[in-house]
């Protein structure tokens, strides 16, 4: 071959050694989990009888549910670049076998929940490809950023996920609540079953990895963390706190409509009571590492 053409290939990372022993037992006991209690959207969700059960709802009920479930279906299906991102970084820095297996079940349940979501918009009023909202098509891929992560050590940057982790279980968790119709309540279910186990994972991070953090780092994840909060998550994902009036105006009465019919959804009031509460926690998590979060001053000033 030519010596130009070689200097012109382009030079991926060297994956060796590929490391396949066992370091981190607890993680490995997650991914065993993850085998267990695996679940199929399609097999294990009677969507004929979802479609009994939502038969009723007035229009303007469905196509607020159908709405709320497309967004949901939008976030979910946004974690799985990230979650690749993440695998091709474990892959390259050689971490061990559990972390790289940890991060493909969650780029697999990530999408499942997506899977899910969208068939329920289906079931409703129809899953809606496009955000309606030209400010949500600006918003929403603002989260997929991954910009400042990249800056990040490996774990620095997992941990910004797993905070937002334990940030959104609290609101699955009412929203699980929420759900009224036996087969959204179940989806809702096997997705929070997901996600607890997401959370674990950013516990043991926190545990063995935290400490290790330069306090530079630490600075920096409690700044992305409520740079990505403020910036994205209060746009109407997590809260419509951030979004401009009239969509504010829409968006509310969209989601209460969705709760007030136990759709799986929060009343925007609620929303914000949890992420503060959320937020409470988990500053009390990482205290003692020294992460420091600072105010969101939307919902705690």
């Excluded at 129809?126 to 400042?148: A, N, W």
């Excluded at 968006?251 to 009343?267: K, P, S």
Aim: net charge negative; charged share 30%; with cysteine.
């Amino acid at each position: 071959m030519d010596a130009s053409m070689l200097e012109e290939t382009v030079q991926n990372p060297n994956p060796y050694p590929i490391v396949s022993k066992l370091e981190y037992p607890d993680i490995w006991h997650l991914c065993v989990q993850a085998r267990d209690l695996a679940w199929d959207a399609d097999r294990d969700i009677d969507w004929e009888l979802m479609k009994q059960e939502c038969a009723d709802f007035p229009d303007e009920v469905k196509e607020s549910g159908a709405e709320w479930w497309s967004l949901r279906a939008w976030m979910e299906h946004g974690a799985t670049p990230y979650g690749a991102e993440r695998y091709r970084q474990a892959v390259f820095e050689h971490q061990p076998f559990e972390i790289k297996q940890h991060v493909v079940n969650f780029i697999f349940e990530e999408l499942r929940h997506h899977e899910a979501s969208w068939r329920i918009a289906d079931v409703l009023g129809g899953y809606q490809p496009l955000p309606r909202s030209d400010y949500f098509k600006m918003v929403i891929p603002k989260f997929h950023d991954e910009k400042d992560e990249s800056q990040m050590s490996f774990y620095g940057g997992m941990a910004v996920n797993t905070l937002f982790e334990q940030l959104s279980g609290e609101l699955l968790t009412a929203r699980y609540k929420n759900a009224r119709p036996s087969q959204i309540r179940k989806a809702c279910e096997l997705i929070l079953r997901d996600e607890a186990r997401h959370i674990q994972f950013g516990r043991i991070l926190m545990k063995r990895f935290f400490e290790d953090l330069s306090e530079e780092e630490k600075v920096m994840l409690g700044n992305q963390f409520s740079k990505k909060l403020r910036g994205s998550l209060l746009n109407g994902v997590y809260a419509v706190v951030n979004l401009p009036k009239d969509e504010r105006v829409r968006a509310a009465r969209a989601r209460e409509l969705a709760a007030d019919h136990g759709l799986g959804a929060t009343h925007p009031d609620a929303e914000v009571e949890i992420i503060v509460g959320a937020l409470r926690e988990i500053r009390e998590d990482v205290k003692p590492y020294g992460v420091p979060i600072p105010e969101i001053p939307e919902i705690e000033g």
